[in-house]
């Protein structure tokens, strides 16, 4: 059987590490056919047009899509994106490598993130010169999808401990109701669940990330916490993530287009491989996942390592040490 992927590298270094994760594909008894699209800034200065008709007609059509960074563009490019698949749950692993000198070395933390509304909705405006607004979207429906998807997760992958996340002390109407569907989700299920303050979390995560398996985010807390869960491992360059809808699913790693450093051929391909490994577990290769993961731990453990990670090897090194492991 034939899969169809598509590619779409974006911009900046996504651009230099989704070509990495296409030869890891490849390398394996597995039959790809990669369509490749075009999105993010340099389309949208050449055509005006962030993400070009053509680009998520192919991600609509795909079995699976890789997609690698968003920069400025990235509300006009991903999110759609995310839209096109019809995924309502990006699911963000936060794992400590043996070798790595993480900041947390006992981190095995798996983001659960509603991935439809909360803030990213884009309902903003300009009310009057100097103030601007922005529409919070909850849904009952919403956060019924993304609690059931967490529960689920967790109880499939071994995961004992569910914590919901959300600021209902404050936000009252928007995370009361995310918080008020998400616990009956876990009573109809009697799952054992926490709750946890948002803010209050993101320290509790800094200082005892072991005590967190599976967390249930509204939106932007699920961005945040896993890029601050990203630093409590090693840094961005090593996590991965899957949007998953019904019927489609988007793998990317959680890092953007970093311009700092595009361009150098520098950047860690670790977070774009490990999502491809996600894709392979949802196309249904779970031996094939688990052989990119054991590569590219491999590599971690041993090196060669990216800058970001205390090393001077190229992107293109570390892709050649990963694929000789597997
Ligand atoms: N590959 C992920 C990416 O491009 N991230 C940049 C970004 O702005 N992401 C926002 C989001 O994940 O919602």
Known sequence: MTHEIAVIPGDGIGQEVTPAAVEVLEALDVDFDFVEGDAGDAVKAETGEALPQATRKMAADADATLFGAAGETAADVILPLREVVGSFANVRPAVSYPGLDAVQPDTDIVFVRENTEGVYSGIED?????????TRVVTEEASRDIAEFGFDYAKQNGFDDV?????????????????????????ER??????????????HLVMHPEDYGVVICPNLAGDMLSDLAAGLVGGLGLLPSANVGEENALFEPVHGSAPDIAGQGVANPSAMILSAAMLLDHLGYDDEGDRVRAAVEG????????PDLGGDASTDEVTSAVLDRL
């Open 126 to 134: 300009e009310i009057t010169e100097g103030v601007r607004t922005l």
């Open 163 to 187: 914590t919901i996340a959300h600021k209902a002390n404050v936000m009252r109407e928007t995370d009361g109701l995310f918080l008020e569907t998400a616990e009956a989700v876990a009573e």
């Open 190 to 203: 009697g799952a054992d669940y926490d709750t946890a303050l948002m803010d209050a979390l993101a320290m």
């Open 299 to 306: 590599v971690l453990d041993e090196g060669p390592r990216t």
